[in-house]
């Protein structure tokens, strides 16, 4: 019975363990990087070519990028993607998306709808339902905490003010920014958006916890409810 081709298998001088050892993870290529995950291909294909099969799913998303738009489903389709690699190729997307945010955050100051779209337009813009995200900012309006405070379907989130003012006063926050983001990739808001935001700023003003900003986003798209008037 033949056996899957693994990394062994291959010609010492394509061999991305070796390779790494001797010139540092540096010099490995996209595929290299993905095959040392992967460690093994199928009977027909070396891993090297199965890295390459994934990198160049999709003509929307080429290269690496398409790690962060593909699901599980989606890598399984992958012919020698299982349950376990395509888990293990999410986690990877997963740890590098954190990685970057803990980079910038430190120094990211949220002082603008378009500053604090840019920063979570990748974490939200492909979740398949509706997500509230409360964002708890300082004076000088860097990141405090942030919370998720509900998750909805794929028509809407329930928007919960006291939940809101729970988490803001148990933080000592002054300021928040709350996001939600619009799976169908519009984020033009819902009048139940416009009032409930409203809602939520009059509170936030009778306890002392202002709030900044409502923003929605879409499919790299968004929208300041401050910006444009209707909060």
Known sequence: MNQPISMKDLPTCERPY?????????????????????RSGTKSK??????????????????LLVLNHLSLNELMQVRGIG?????????????NKRMTKATRKDGVRLLSPETVASYYMEDMRHL????????MIDSKSKIQKEEIISTGTVNATILA?????????????VNIIL???HPSGDPT??????????????AGAIIGVKLMD??????NKYISLKEIGLM
């Open 46 to 63: 070396s891993v090297i070519t199965l890295a390459n099969q994934i990198l160049s799913f999709s003509k929307e998303y080429p290269g």
């Open 128 to 135: 398949a339902t509706e997500q509230l995200l409360l964002v």
């Open 214 to 219: 409502h923003i929605i986003i879409g499919d």
């Open 83 to 95: 349950t376990v690699k395509a888990i293990q190729l999410l986690c990877i997307a997963e740890l």
């Open 161 to 173: 003010p006291r939940e809101i003012f729970i988490h803001a006063l148990k933080a000592g926050a």
């Open 179 to 181: 996001l939600h983001n």
């Open 189 to 202: 808001p819902s009048t139940e958006d416009i009032s409930t935001t409203k809602r939520i700023k009059e």
């Open 18 to 38: 070796e390779k790494c050892m001797k010139y540092g993870a540096t010099s490995l290529s996209d595929a290299e990087l993905l095959a040392v995950i992967l």
